[in-house]
Nanobody, 123 residues
Framework: QVQLVESGGGLRQTGASLRLSCVAS????????MGWFRQAPGKEREFVAA????????YYADSVKGRFTISREKVKNTVYLQMTSLKPQDTAVYYC????????????????WGQGTQVTVSS
């Protein structure tokens, strides 16, 4: 089992920045890929970004490429999502997730999920 706890959500204005954190506990994470997803009201959960825990390789959704940065800090067992140039369309509940699949952009590919943290961007 992997337990994931997100934090850092909040209300920001357009153009602002925000950093989300996801603390992981439980199994050794070295084989996992950690992902961030988001879900806006009435919409499906969508992939945002992912990072390989061991090698640090990353990939992003086109909608956030160049604005968001995913990273991990092994000592703290924490994954971050640094969000800049926020837009109202970034408003959603953001979820942290973990998978053993190397390339995973669908929610069904992830085995463990956090409870989510709300991000609201006002215009």
């Amino acid at each position: 089992q992997v337990q994931l706890v997100e934090s850092g959500g909040g209300l920001r204005q357009t153009g602002a920045s925000l950093r989300l954190s996801c603390v992981a506990s439980g199994r050794t994470l070295s084989r996992y890929v950690m992902g961030w997803f988001r879900q806006a009201p009435g919409k499906e959960r969508e992939f945002v970004a992912a990072v390989s825990w061991s090698g640090g390789g990353t990939y992003y959704a086109d909608s956030v490429k160049g604005r968001f940065t995913i990273s991990r800090e092994k000592v703290k067992n924490t994954v971050y999502l640094q969000m800049t140039s926020l837009k109202p369309q970034d408003t959603a509940v953001y979820y942290c997730a973990a998978t053993l699949q190397l390339i995973a952009t669908r929610p069904s590919q992830y085995d463990y999920w956090g409870q989510g943290t709300q991000v609201t961007v006002s215009s």
